[in-house]
Nanobody, 124 residues
Framework: QVKLVEPGGGTVQAGGSLRLSCTVTGACNFFMGWFRQAPGKEREGVACMTPNGGMIYYADSVKGRFTFSKDNARNTLYLPMSTLEPEDTAMYYC???????????????????WGQGTKVTVSS
């Protein structure tokens, strides 16, 4: 059984940093992703990693500010976020997919399993 659990996000001032984590069980050899959904907006892809970690895709809006990593020993994904902006305020979700490619990695319906989401608020 695949289970994704995200501890709490948090509130940070603009320009600050925050690190999200996601503990994964039962999802070996999956494509792993981070998504976010701001109030009144559609869910959007933030980053996606191939099973071996060899390829990571990022949304243009977070390139250079967010870094997707994983610790296989702890079965945990990380998303350190820096230089945060009020526009980054959203619910953030980790997710697992059986297969993605460069054209589909940011599409939520490509992902089969989802965490419960964690709230990130960036104040101006």
């Amino acid at each position: 059984q695949v289970k994704l659990v995200e501890p709490g996000g948090g509130t940070v001032q603009a320009g600050g940093s925050l690190r999200l984590s996601c503990t994964v069980t039962g999802a070996c050899n999956f494509f792993m992703g981070w998504f976010r959904q701001a109030p009144g907006k559609e869910r959007e892809g933030v980053a996606c990693m191939t099973p071996n970690g060899g390829m990571i895709y990022y949304a243009d809006s977070v390139k250079g500010r967010f870094t997707f990593s994983k610790d296989n020993a702890r079965n945990t994904l990380y998303l350190p976020m820096s230089t945060l902006e009020p526009e980054d305020t959203a619910m953030y979700y980790c997710a697992a997919a059986f297969w993605i490619n460069s054209a589909t990695w940011s599409e939520p319906n490509t992902f089969r399993y989802w965490g419960q989401g964690t709230k990130v608020t960036v104040s101006s």
